[in-house]
């Protein structure tokens, strides 16, 4: 079991960065698949990004490629999401999630994520 937390969000101009962050809880997050997702209102949830235990493989979408970057610190055991040259189309409310693998998964946004945190919103001023 793993506990999420966003934070970060907030209102930018648009053209601005934010990075936002997911504080995990738990012991075993490091074992954990993490994903980055939003919803928008009156839109499906949708995801941006997902990040493996060790780093090593990100999976984009094509929403989340060139200008988001996902990383992690399993020292701090926090999620982040950078994002740059925002549009107003980014506004949203952003989830993190994790996800416990089975060994011959591959950590992607399409893997069934069992654990999200409570969303931080993000607004962009034209």
């Known amino acids: 079991q793993v506990q999420l937390a966003e934070s970060g969000g907030g209102s930018v101009q648009a053209g601005g960065s934010l990075r936002l962050s997911c504080a995990a809880s738990?012991?075993?997050?490091?074992?954990?698949?993490m994903g980055w997702f939003r919803q928008a209102p009156g839109k499906e949830r949708e995801g941006i990004a997902s990040?493996?235990?060790?780093?090593?493989?990100?999976d984009y979408a094509d929403s989340g490629k060139g200008r988001f970057t996902i990383s992690r610190d399993n020292w701090q055991r926090t999620l982040y999401l950078q994002m740059n040259s925002l549009k107003p189309d980014a506004a949203a409310t952003y989830y993190c999630?994790?996800?416990?693998?089975?060994?011959?998964?591959?950590?992607?946004?399409?893997?069934?994520?069992?654990?999200w945190g409570q969303g931080t919103q993000v607004t962009v001023s034209a």
């Open positions: 990040i493996s235990s060790g780093g090593g493989i990100t």
């Open positions: 738990g012991y075993t997050y490091s074992r954990y698949c």
């Open positions: 999630a994790a996800a416990w693998l089975r060994t011959d998964q591959t950590c992607s946004l399409r893997v069934e994520f069992d654990y």
